[in-house]
């Protein structure tokens, strides 16, 4: 088809509708059925256990190591890939790769099982690293098709349309998980007259192949429309696969230029290591500390409350938006900060589900704005250059090492005190430093 103008509406409407394809992972993978379903599977366990690499780990310190493992997997690869479709100007075969790599991993998690804990587990590691590893691409793409005016609109645009997908696929998985007869899946899976599954665990299965099929089915549009890259006729070669680590160096020296860009990529780190671990651990947190009173309940209590932040934050990305017009990027991102601060706090103190319902609403109200804003912030103070990719590849390996940082404390605390609610309370000091560092981002006529 014809190259689209950037700044186009098709162009930028394929671009966001990503969104909608992939955030179906963060959803049900990430935030809702998957950590029921693995909560479930400790269900007749007196202690939450799990061997696996020769060591005994609680279940939710287990899994919450092997996701820092993957976003230290994410940093350390993807500036070399980034700096490879940045030579070779096709950023969206990387794209697709990783799309398909996550896609193939959702649907493959149809059979994790505490028996086969390790061929699980590399199910769960591929979902996760095809999210992340394809979000370096779709970012790096924001610049490229959008004129610095349209980047916060389209950035909150992108965030919007992924609730809505995300939320209408869970709520078809919510029907299913509670009507699982609907499947014809009529009866508990039993052994020796113990049930070892139940049918609506079984529907949380097939949940996780609609994932995957979602994903890259409607990956296609973006994929058809988007620009394959700026085309430069390089072909790969030895030196060209370590381009991204050089390009990667390129851009540190070129931030002691930028005492703007610089300032505010270190606050990013900090603040962002506390809201992608909270978000990434919060229903665990819920499926342990919270008195739901029952397993129905807690599963229904916990999928109610994904909903509330995945609606919420529709809104929470406009007000965001329009609060960042009104009284700029910066200002906005210190406000969201100090109530994602003040969560922390009450997260600790949380027992009741009305309790950890009113916690989702803030949740939900801030953890769109404040990804929508801190992409399309750091693309503002980006300086004129051709070369997106490397700057949002570092922008990428700042976030992923932050969050491997705060997820192994995360783990650690968690594991060694035995509660969740010691880690959560930590996370404060994240977002108490991350404000702090926002005050010293200079505005544009300090620079001088």
């Known amino acids: 088809m014809a190259k689209l103008e950037k700044g186009s509406k098709k162009l930028l409407n394929a671009w966001a509708f990503y969104d909608w394809a992939n955030s179906v992972y963060t959803l049900t993978i990430a935030s809702s059925i998957f950590p029921i379903f693995y909560s479930a599977l400790f269900v007749s366990q007196t202690e939450k256990v799990v061997h696996a690499f020769g060591m005994v780990f609680k279940s939710t310190a287990l899994i919450t190591y092997v996701t820092a493992f993957t976003f230290l997997v994410v940093a350390f690869t993807s500036p070399i890939l980034s700096g490879i479709s940045d030579y070779v100007g096709n950023k969206k075969n990387f794209l697709k790769f990783f799309c398909y790599v996550g896609g193939l991993g959702c649907i493959?998690?149809?059979?994790?099982?505490?028996?086969?804990?390790?061929?699980?587990?590399?199910?769960?590691?591929?979902?996760?690293?095809?999210?992340?590893?394809?979000?370096?691409?779709?970012?790096?793409?924001l610049p490229d098709i959008a004129y610095p005016e349209q980047q916060d609109s389209i950035s909150a645009k992108g965030f919007s349309l992924g609730y809505v997908g995300s939320v209408l696929l869970l709520l078809i998985n919510l029907f299913m998980v509670l009507r699982p007869e609907l499947l014809s899946i009529e009866d508990n899976i039993t052994e020796n007259g113990k049930v070892?599954?139940?049918?609506?665990?079984?529907?949380?299965?097939?949940?996780?192949?609609?994932?995957?099929?979602?994903?890259?089915?409607?990956?296609?549009?973006?994929?058809?429309?988007?620009?394959?890259?700026?085309?430069?006729?390089?072909?790969?070669?030895?030196?060209?696969?370590?381009?991204?680590?050089?390009?990667?160096?390129?851009?540190?020296?070129?931030?002691?230029?930028?005492?703007?860009?610089?300032?505010?990529?270190?606050?990013?780190?900090?603040?962002?290591?506390?809201?992608?671990?909270?978000?990434?651990?919060?229903?665990?947190?819920?499926?342990?500390?919270i008195a739901w009173g029952g397993s129905d309940a807690k599963t229904m209590g916990l999928i109610v409350s994904i909903l509330i932040?995945?609606?919420?934050a529709i809104l929470g990305a406009f007000l965001t938006s329009r609060a960042s017009?009104?009284?700029?990027?910066?200002?906005?991102?210190?406000?969201?900060?100090?109530?994602?601060?003040?969560?922390?706090?009450?997260?600790y103190f949380m027992v009741t589900p009305i309790q950890f319902y009113i916690a989702a609403g803030f949740v939900g109200l801030v953890m769109g704005g404040v990804q929508s804003l801190a992409r399309s912030t750091y693309s503002k103070f980006l300086p004129e250059t051709e070369d997106t990719t490397s700057y949002f590849s570092f922008y990428d390996v700042a976030e992923k090492i932050g969050i491997v940082i705060g997820m192994v404390i995360f783990a650690t605390i968690d594991q060694i005190t035995g509660s969740m609610r010691n880690a959560i309370l930590f996370l404060f000091v994240f977002f108490l430093i991350g404000i702090v560092l926002l005050f010293r981002v200079p505005k544009q006529g300090e620079l001088n």
């Open 196 to 289: 070892i599954e139940t049918a609506s665990q079984v529907a949380m299965r097939y949940s996780f192949i609609m994932v995957g099929i979602w994903w890259i089915g409607f990956s296609q549009y973006s994929f058809y429309i988007l620009p394959k890259g700026v085309s430069k006729g390089h072909k790969v070669t030895k030196a060209v696969v370590f381009n991204g680590l050089k390009e990667l160096k390129t851009v540190w020296i070129q931030l002691n230029q930028n005492l703007r860009l610089k300032r505010y990529l270190v606050a990013f780190f900090v603040f962002s290591m506390a809201v992608q671990t909270i978000m990434l651990v919060a229903v665990y947190f819920g499926e342990e500390e």
């Open 108 to 141: 493959g998690l149809y059979w994790f099982s505490l028996e086969s804990i390790h061929l699980s587990l590399l199910f769960y590691f591929m979902g996760l690293i095809g999210y992340w590893g394809s979000l370096v691409f779709y970012n790096s793409y």
């Open 309 to 312: 932040i995945q609606l919420v």
């Open 325 to 347: 017009a009104k009284y700029g990027n910066i200002k906005t991102l210190i406000i969201v900060n100090c109530i994602w601060m003040a969560l922390c706090f009450y997260a």
